[in-house]
């Protein structure tokens, strides 16, 4: 899936109308500083409009500048984003129903519709490798059925009609067989829709570092707003004229709107970076939430592990070479289409180098859900493969001492076994596993090493779930999970004040992704989740959020030394504009005038220049970002005041006496 390039021209030319929109003071509240300096840009406007002259005019058209692109770049992060979740809803592909058109005549013709157009009541046929298109009920027929996107469970069930294993769901997909199913519920009802409709009721809590810095530059607004307000009366107290236009101009000047207009910039960032290692984020908030997760939550089928049973092992029986049941196991499986079958071809061939035998006369016997068996027939021998109790009820043995310890030292370890028999000769047990995705114990470590505690959930029993996680190296696991349990756990890890990372793959994960403070949806994973969650990885491995984590800290580093640079170069304006206010009163004032500025009005206008200016100059650091170092806070807080204080302190005075050099060979104050 490809993503939308940083600026593409779509999202720019839709961010340019967007940031006309968002001039709204309702939009721009949620911003306190862009806000008051919207506020401060219509009231100089007003007051140029009614007394036009070339000052106020200035001061107002650098103020609107200032405005306009704190909006443009905030419509550019919320452009990517929507950009981003479309091309997540394109890769959705609709599905195909065979809608039966005789099904009380049992004759098998079918039509192929969308499933969106299914009715209660439609029977549709639903074959080997098929999806079912909705939730329904088996009126004919036997399946095996992987319901791992749904439930969470790596093992495949067994549906048939009649009884209380009749019913199946949308989304779920046909292993073996071919079935009836009579829809039972309208498109827009069914269980994923229930999924969803968890999904919006769940809320995203603001992050810590969020409050903060939303508290601090409020703060620091009406503190500035206060001190303007308060210098006006002390100037008409003193007998100085301080015109409205100069007073908003110092107001401006003196809020931080540098860290105001670069917040936008510094998400964008964020969500770039993410895009370089395979993730996609559809929320610049969740890219900074990951700089603070401290417990990751993950689902195991399709996270952990790859989500399909596959053979690991082959465990003979006494007198019988591992050679001889794997070769036995190969021709057993050719007839078994389902994914266990594939699984033990593919053991035999690479750890035996067997290879397909031309089997003359040979009868294969395919593997079925009733039988839960396959096999072959051929030179008067009679292989089969299968569940235990199928192969010994063919096999018309009991089993010995010995197999039953294999059976249980598969079962013991979260493993599913498989018994071969030639015809009454049990020739061994095959080892059936949830395979866990390599390497995966090592990044968990190395999460474990970033203070990021793991915890694995699971629709598996107790006993599969220790040992996978056991195997996996995670810190805890939930088995037994249900959607509504994974969603308890993480609202009650946050209202402990953790925040929560959730890596998850199907369509049971959806809420607890929507609930998370950082949702990692995996691309192989169903619609319904990825469209919960705030990020896909697409490469799907579930240890990317070191990755992750990595770059919420540094977007949080880059964030904290703009917010550093912002205030500290305040002070560089205040040389620059109170002299040039008071200076005709007292004279004495024109010591503070250390960049011996050409005139009050040139002085006032460089430092909003400067001020409008500096967002755009900051934009490739805001981008690129200040490295990750992993060091403690005291060694951030001294590298943040002596980079970034000093230079905010350095960098003004320099710029300002630049621009009102030019300003006077230009004439323009």
Not at 139 to 145: D, E, K, L
Not at 259 to 271: E, K, T, Y
Not at 537 to 542: A, K, T, V, W
Request: hydrophobic share 50%.
């Amino acid at each position: 899936m490809s993503s939308p390039a940083l600026f593409d021209r779509a999202i720019l030319t839709a961010a340019a109308r967007d940031s006309v929109r968002k001039l709204d003071p309702r939009s721009l509240m949620r911003n306190p500083v862009i806000f008051v300096t919207e506020v401060g840009a219509a009231l100089t406007t007003f007051l140029w409009l009614r007394a036009p002259d070339a000052f106020s005019g200035q001061i107002a058209a650098w103020l609107w500048f200032t405005v306009l692109f704190a909006t443009f770049a905030e419509a550019v992060a919320e452009g990517r984003g929507k950009a981003q979740a479309a091309s997540l809803r394109q890769a959705r592909s609709d599905v195909q129903a065979k809608l039966l058109l005789h099904p009380d005549t049992n004759d098998g013709l079918y039509e192929k519709v969308n499933a969106q157009t299914l009715a209660p009541g439609d029977v549709v046929l639903v074959e080997t490798g098929d999806v079912i298109p909705l939730d329904g009920e088996i009126i004919a027929g036997v399946a095996s059925i992987n319901e791992a996107a749904i439930t969470g469970e790596s093992a495949p069930v067994i549906r048939e009609a009649g009884g209380d294993r009749s019913a199946v769901t949308g989304g779920t997909t046909v292993l073996s067989d071919a079935i009836h199913v009579r829809i039972t519920v309208a498109p827009g009802e069914t269980f994923i829709d229930r999924m969803i409709a968890l999904v919006e009721g769940a809320e995203r809590q603001k992050t810590p570092n969020e409050l903060a810095l939303s508290v601090l530059l409020s703060g620091m607004t009406l503190i500035f707003l206060i001190a303007v307000v308060t210098l006006w009366g002390l100037a008409g107290y003193s007998g100085t004229q301080v015109s409205v236009v100069v007073l908003v101009a110092l107001l401006v000047t003196l809020i931080p709107t540098t860290i105001g207009g670069l917040l936008s910039a510094i998400g964008i960032a964020g969500m770039d970076r993410l895009i370089r290692f395979n993730v996609i984020a559809t929320s610049g908030r969740a890219v900074e939430a990951a700089g603070d997760v401290d417990t990751l939550l993950l689902d195991k089928t399709g996270t952990i592990t790859f989500g399909n049973r596959m053979a690991t092992e082959f465990l003979p029986m006494a007198g019988v070479s591992a050679a001889e049941l794997a070769s036995a196991s190969l021709l057993a499986s050719m007839g078994d289409e389902t994914p266990e079958g594939r699984s033990i071809v593919a053991l035999a061939r690479s750890d035996f180098g067997l290879e397909d035998q031309p089997m003359i006369g040979a009868v294969l016997v395919p593997f079925a859900a009733q039988t839960r068996l396959s096999g072959i027939d051929v030179a008067g021998r009679k292989i089969r493969k299968g569940a235990v109790d199928s192969v010994l009820r063919f096999a018309g043995a009991s089993a010995s001492p010995e197999f039953r310890q294999a059976v249980d030292r598969v079962a013991r370890s979260g493993g599913t076994p498989l018994a071969v028999a030639d015809g009454a000769r049990l020739l061994g047990v095959i080892h059936l596993k949830d395979v866990i995705k390599p390497g995966i114990r090592d990044r968990f470590a190395a999460l474990r090493a970033m203070g990021i505690r793991t915890v694995m959930v699971t629709g598996d029993n107790p006993v599969t779930a220790a040992a996978i996680a056991s195997e996996a190296g995670v810190d805890d696991f939930l088995a037994e999970a249900t959607p509504e349990d994974k969603l308890a756990y993480i609202r009650r890890e946050q209202v402990g004040g953790r925040l929560i990372a959730m890596c998850g793959d199907g369509t049971n994960d959806a809420p607890a992704l929507a609930q998370a403070d950082v949702g990692v949806a995996m691309q192989t994973g169903t619609q319904a989740a990825r469209e919960a969650g705030n990020m896909v990885d697409l490469d799907s491995s579930p240890t990317k959020l070191i990755e992750i984590v990595e770059i919420g800290k540094q977007l949080l580093m880059t964030r904290g030394s703009l917010t550093t640079f912002s205030i500290a170069n305040d002070v560089a304006k205040y040389f620059a504009i109170l002299p040039a206010l008071f200076v005709t009163t007292y004279p004495q004032m024109q010591a503070l005038n250390l960049m011996g500025l050409s005139s009050p009005q040139s002085a006032i206008l460089s430092a909003v220049i400067f001020n409008a200016l500096i967002i755009v100059a900051l934009i490739p650091l805001a981008l690129r970002g200040v490295p990750y170092r992993r060091v403690g806070a005291a060694a951030l807080l001294r590298r943040n005041l002596t980079v970034y204080g000093l230079g905010g302190l350095v960098l003004p005075f320099i710029g300002i006496k630049v621009i009102d050099l030019g300003l006077a060979a230009l004439h323009l104050a």
